[in-house]
């Protein structure tokens, strides 16, 4: 089945600074790569996804990209804000979501 | 996206007994999926719950364990049986939507098993 390694498991950095968070994936079948972001005691927050007939997404200050040959996609968030902090999950699809083990990011003010 | 609700959202469970956790949803949706998320950790996928048929299990899931109803398009249970404290957890719902399936999540039911 797939599986979905994601790093870095913690990640600190200024307000303002940018952070990246990396997935790989083992299922060349695989079709569909969302990210989720779930603040402490809430459910999780599809915020943005790509298919696998793109490269990039863009969604104000989150981007998303993927290289399909390698098997992996990544995050990125510009101009980062306190609000940003929160666990993030990335993805992969074939039918059904397999999750990352999540990213803890913390926005420091 | 569907408005997607639970209940319970929250239970203390005595050892040995059995809670059902239900989802709605405000909208007819193909796909709902059941996921446990024990505290700090990613979410794992028990089970796919379609209309009409028996739910699909993953691996390390058992029907007799984790029995999912599915009566309509909008509503499914996943009833938790014979608890111990292993199964303390966060149990949430998704919907499928759109193909690939984009899944939005409900709130989730925090169980605690004594």
């Known amino acids: 089945g797939e599986n979905v390694e994601q790093h870095p498991s913690t990640l600190s950095v200024q307000e303002g600074d940018s952070a990246v968070i990396k997935c790989t994936y083992s299922d060349s079948a695989s079709n569909y790569f969302p990210w989720y972001k779930q603040e402490l005691g809430k459910r999780p927050q599809l915020i943005i996804d790509i298919r696998s007939n793109v490269g990039e997404k863009k969604d104000q200050r989150i981007a998303v990209t993927l290289n399909k040959t390698a098997k992996h996609f990544s995050l990125h968030i510009t101009e980062t804000q306190p609000e940003d902090s929160a666990v993030y999950f990335c993805a992969a699809s074939n039918e059904k979501l397999t999750f990352g083990t999540g990213t803890r990011l913390t926005i420091i003010p | 996206s569907a408005v997607i609700s639970q209940k319970p959202s929250r239970d203390i469970c005595q050892r040995g007994t059995s809670l059902t956790i239900q989802c709605q949803v405000d909208s007819q949706v193909t796909m709902m999926f059941w996921y446990r998320q024990q505290p700090g950790q990613s979410l794992t996928l028990i089970a796919t719950a379609n209309q009409g048929s028996e739910a699909t299990y993953e691996s390390g899931f058992v029907i007799d364990k984790f029995p999912i109803s599915r009566p309509n398009l909008t509503f499914s249970t996943l009833t938790v049986s014979n608890m111990s404290p292993e199964d303390s957890s966060i149990y949430l719902c998704?919907?499928?939507?759109?193909?690939?399936?984009?899944?939005?999540f409900g709130p989730g039911t925090r169980l605690t098993v004594t």
């Open positions: 998704s919907v499928g939507q759109g193909v690939p399936y984009e899944q939005y």
